[in-house]
């Protein structure tokens, strides 16, 4: 049997290869934690070194972090797969199977805000679908705390928002 820290590495590749869309670092950690595969930190110095041997890589984008297999990554599961029991390969489907519409949105939906130059802030909120932009909003903001609402509010509500938007703009 292989050590248990490669057989970790190999299923973070396996995650990866099999969900299509990069994932976050709780995304990933879910997983480990919900089969109780590992503890958190295990985990942590996991995704570090695959990190460090280039085999994943991070993309951030204002404090979210999505990880992505890089070419190497991908060469390196398809030689260790076997490494891999039937058993965790099914809870790997599983987990991305129950969870396909969370992994999704969360790749589909950004927001964020920067410092404008004159003051405020502008929040930047941005929809996608299928590698389609929907909907690319820029608002000014009056303070950071309205920044930072309205980030949230698009996270929780952005159908709405947009069909809102739409009814408005056809009528």
């Known amino acids: ?18 969900s299509q869309d990069p994932l976050s670092n709780a995304q990933i950690v879910q997983l480990f934690l919900d089969k109780e595969y590992t503890d958190y930190f295990t985990i942590q110095q996991v995704i570090g070194e695959l990190m460090d041997s280039k085999l994943i890589s991070a993309d951030t984008l204002h404090n979210h972090t999505t990880y992505s297999l890089t070419e190497e990554g991908v060469n390196t599961y398809k030689l260790m797969q076997d490494k891999i029991t039937p058993g965790i390969a099914a809870d790997i489907t599983d987990y991305l199977t129950k969870n396909k519409f969370e992994i999704k949105e969360s790749t589909n939906l950004s927001a964020y805000y920067d410092k404008a130059p004159d003051g405020g802030y502008i929040a930047h909120c941005k929809y996608t679908s ?13 303070n950071l705390a309205q920044a930072d609402t309205i980030c949230n509010n698009w996270k929780a509500r952005y159908e709405d928002i947009y069909f809102n938007l739409i009814d408005t703009l056809i009528q």
Do not use: C, F, Q
């Open 1 to 18: 049997m292989a050590e248990p820290n490669l057989i970790y590495k190999v299923s973070v590749l396996s995650l990866l290869d099999k």
């Open 130 to 142: 299928n590698g389609n932009t929907i909907l690319d909003l820029h608002m000014r903001a009056a």
